[in-house]
């Protein structure tokens, strides 16, 4: 039966080939194999997406021009095509209703009963909600 090869041994008839690298070429322990890693500044696809939709444009609308988001041209556009009798975008408008109807609730009444802090902490609530952000 034959010995194993000790480490002292292997380092000596050690064969270069495929699969086996120069002992000298090999990563270190340790060693990064993507040492300069990610570059700075690289934006993923949705952050690009949400940065392009977040722009602002000017329409003209009822004679004033107006800044509106993509998001809201975009929006509006769908509204506008389904009133004039686009089908599907009268039924991609009534496949979001549920998931609209389910995120949106309806905004509190101040009323004169309502100590000072509730009414601050509703209107805090209200503002936090309609200049959220979009996902």
Do not use: C, H
Not at 17 to 32: E, H, N
Not at 40 to 52: C, D, F, P, Q, V
């Amino acid at each position: 039966m034959r010995k194993k090869n000790s480490p002292r041994r292997q380092s000596r008839n050690y064969e270069v080939g495929w699969g086996r690298p120069p002992q000298a070429t090999r990563w270190r322990p340790g060693q990064s194999g993507n040492p300069k890693g990610r570059p700075k500044g690289t934006k993923r696809l949705a952050t690009i997406l949400n940065e392009a939709m977040q722009q602002k444009l000017e329409i003209q609308e009822k004679g004033r021009t107006r800044r509106i988001s993509v998001w809201e041209a975009v929006v509006k556009t769908l509204r506008n095509n389904a009133l004039k009798g686009d089908f599907k975008a009268i039924a991609f408008l009534l496949a979001q209703e549920p998931e609209i109807a389910r995120t949106t609730e309806p905004i509190p009444k101040i009323s004169a009963d309502m100590s000072a802090q509730e009414a601050m902490n509703y209107y805090l609530r209200f503002m936090k909600e309609s200049t959220g952000s979009r996902a």
